[in-house]
């Protein structure tokens, strides 16, 4: 059972650089899925983040972009996201997921979530 | 302000069968695939519907999707207390080159 669970301060001062890491299990980060975030603030519905191929291929929300870095690790078969200047308005429950295949963009596992609350 | 457009909330009782419908325009629904998520409070999303129709593994039949044109519908039918969650419809934009989702849509059974 392919498992994923992100890894995250919890916590983040605003203006700095919110860091979170997705461990993935029971599968190969390698094999033909890309890699994604999403993100849901307290009260609020889904925004999509991005998501990252394992050769390092990237496709970003518009209005994130400029604050948003991914990056795979393929020898500890993790991904990450940075975030920098941080909001308030970037609380929220982060989510990783895996897509269906290479050729969808939908979910089919995700990881439980980690609450990121910016403030200081 | 989501691209695509949900209904808030929609209710019925058990049993029953209830629609929800996602709009959306050229640039998303009316040229890729569409997908539906269940999330039940506290507890991640959960993928019902791909690429417009097809069910993963494991999703009763109970739970179908429909696409035509810009918009799209997630249909359940026989209704059951469980279904209570919230529905989010998902597709990508080719202007924004980027998924995005519905609003979600709260779903009561009464």
């Known amino acids: 059972q392919v498992q994923l669970q992100e890894s995250g301060p919890g916590l983040v001062k605003p203006s700095d650089t919110l860091s979170l890491t997705c461990s993935v299990s029971?599968?190969?980060?390698?094999?033909?899925?890309?890699w994604g975030w999403v993100r849901q603030p307290p009260g609020g519905g889904l925004e999509w983040i991005g998501y990252i191929y394992h050769t390092g291929s990237t496709y970003s929300n518009p209005s994130l972009k400029s604050r948003l870095s991914m990056s795979v690790d393929t020898s500890r078969n993790q991904f990450s996201l940075r975030l920098n200047s941080v909001t308030a308005h970037d609380t929220a429950v982060y989510y990783c997921a895996r897509t269906y295949g290479s050729g969808s963009d939908a979910f089919d596992i995700w990881g439980r979530g980690t609450m990121i609350t910016v403030s200081s | 302000q989501s691209v695509l457009t949900q209904p808030p909330s929609v209710s019925a009782a058990p049993g029953q069968r209830v629609t929800i419908s996602c709009s959306g325009s050229?640039?998303?629904?009316?040229?890729?695939?569409v997908y539906w998520y269940q999330q039940r409070p506290g507890t991640a999303p959960k993928l019902l519907i791909y690429d417009n129709y097809k069910r993963p593994s494991g999703i009763p039949d109970r739970f179908s999707g429909s696409k035509s044109g810009t918009s799209a519908t997630l249909d359940i039918a026989g209704l059951q207390t469980g279904d209570e969650a919230d529905y989010y419809c998902?597709?990508?934009?080719?202007?924004?080159?980027?998924?995005?989702f519905g609003g979600g849509t709260k779903l009561t059974v009464l």
């Open positions: 050229s640039s998303n629904i009316g040229d890729r695939h």
């Open positions: 029971d599968d190969s980060i390698n094999f033909a899925h890309w």
């Open positions: 998902g597709s990508w934009d080719n202007s924004l080159n980027a998924g995005v």
